[in-house]
């Protein structure tokens, strides 16, 4: 009983973390397009945030049934578990799905963050430029932190 419940949130699991790969690679082109459509970013934000909720309430599901069985939660949890089953199982090549996707899948969330860092310090620095307030140059002080440069000229005034 346990086996076929753990094995179908196994595969819930699996298809909720393509979804997500989905998702996260579109989230990827509204990032490469955000000054052309950025209300795409949002919208896929949105669809990544729901998919890890549902995912993470799948974790939590596979974590109630192993404790159920006296094992342990997470992955070693998991681990265990899959040790008690024949080496050939489905089981444990579905397993190692989850695992290589998920690691998919944090390397492209990671990617976008990184993104979104570098559209987040542009948009500070232009603004930053059509106020006339200081802006940080691609110099790095004694401290390896970055040097700030005061701009003496307004571009923009209202």
């Not at 596979?62 to 578990?81: I, K, P, Y």
């Not at 799905?97 to 998919?104: C, E, F, Q, S």
């Not at 559209?119 to 940080?136: F, H, M, Y």
């Amino acid at each position: 009983m346990a086996e076929h419940a753990i094995g179908e949130t196994f595969r819930q699991m699996l298809q909720g973390l393509g979804a997500l790969e989905q998702a996260l690679t579109a989230e990827s082109e509204a990032l490469a397009a955000a000054l052309s459509d950025p209300e795409a970013i949002a919208l896929a934000t949105q669809r990544k945030q729901a998919l890890v909720m549902e995912i993470n309430g799948l974790v939590q599901s596979v974590d109630r049934q192993l404790a159920e069985q006296g094992l342990a939660t997470g992955r070693a949890g998991v681990e265990s578990w899959l040790a008690g089953l024949p080496a050939d199982h489905d089981l444990r090549n579905l397993w190692q799905a989850i695992l290589d996707l998920g690691h998919r899948c944090k390397q492209m969330n990671e990617a976008n963050g990184l993104q979104i860092g570098l559209l987040s310090r542009r948009t500070k620095d232009a603004l930053k430029i059509l106020l006339g307030g200081d802006s940080i140059s691609d110099t790095y002080g004694p401290d390896g932190g970055g040097r700030i440069a005061s701009s003496s000229r307004t571009f923009y005034t209202a």
